[in-house]
């Protein structure tokens, strides 16, 4: 079954703490990315993905660090996070050409930080 | 970066009703999508267009995709409660990553 998985789906913590989401495929995707989804902002992209070792920052990347050392992984790492980083965040990944492919969604991460 | 406006933000209507959603854009995507959300869940593709003027048919939804490549609207015939959710469309610019609109929060009351 094609899946994206997402962990953890629910997290609190507290600000300057280092936190890691993590990504996982198993649809051999290359493109893969981070979403933020705020009330009234939309679906703003953090970072993408076009293949291993190949990362670019989005529209909203500030507070945020991504790796791709294989082809299945995307964490998304905040170093420092702090509240204004309170949000949901989704992992996404398609085929490419990207806009001719679905993208399919992670279940979600629903992130506070106090 | 490449905007894409959704409009209205919010509609609430009753069973049986009709409505259309709208996209629009100021530059031109080579293809576009329509994504519905349900809360709790991620985006799940509904469509993709991506040659001018195309319209596609989902059951008793109808897509259409500009001539120019720069807007898009989604029309439900007949809303059901079932079609309640968030509406997203999103647009691609050849090898740039995907472009989110805001959304359209749709409520079908029964």
């Known amino acids: 079954e094609a899946q994206v998985t997402q962990n953890p789906r629910y997290l609190i913590t507290v600000t300057g703490k280092k936190l890691t989401v993590t990504c996982s495929q198993n649809m051999n995707h290359e493109y893969m990315s981070w979403y933020r989804q705020d009330p009234g902002l939309g679906l703003r992209q953090i970072y993408y993905?076009?293949?291993?070792?190949?990362?670019d920052k989005g529209d909203v990347p500030e507070g945020y660090k991504v790796s791709r050392k294989e082809k299945r992984n995307f964490p998304l790492i905040l170093e420092s996070p702090s509240p204004n980083q309170t949000s949901l965040y989704f992992c996404a990944t398609s085929g490419t050409p990207v806009g001719y492919n679905e993208q399919f969604f992670g279940p979600g991460t629903r992130l506070t930080v106090l | 970066t490449q905007l894409l406006e959704q409009s209205p933000q919010f509609l609430s209507i009753q069973e049986g009703e009709n409505l259309t959603v709208y996209c629009n854009s100021s530059s031109v995507f080579s293809s576009l999508q329509w994504y519905r959300q349900e809360p709790g869940e991620g985006p799940v593709l509904l469509v993709t267009?991506?040659?001018?003027?195309e319209v596609k048919k989902l059951k008793r939804l109808t897509f259409q995709f500009g001539d120019a490549r720069k807007d898009s609207s989604l029309h439900i015939t007949a809303a059901q409660p079932g079609d309640t959710g968030l509406y997203l469309c999103?647009?691609?610019?050849?090898?740039?990553?995907?472009?989110f609109g805001k959304g359209t929060r749709l409520s079908v009351i029964a």
């Open positions: 999103a647009g691609a610019g050849g090898n740039t990553p995907l472009v």
């Open positions: 267009v991506v040659t001018g003027g």
């Open positions: 993905s076009m293949n291993v070792e190949v990362t």
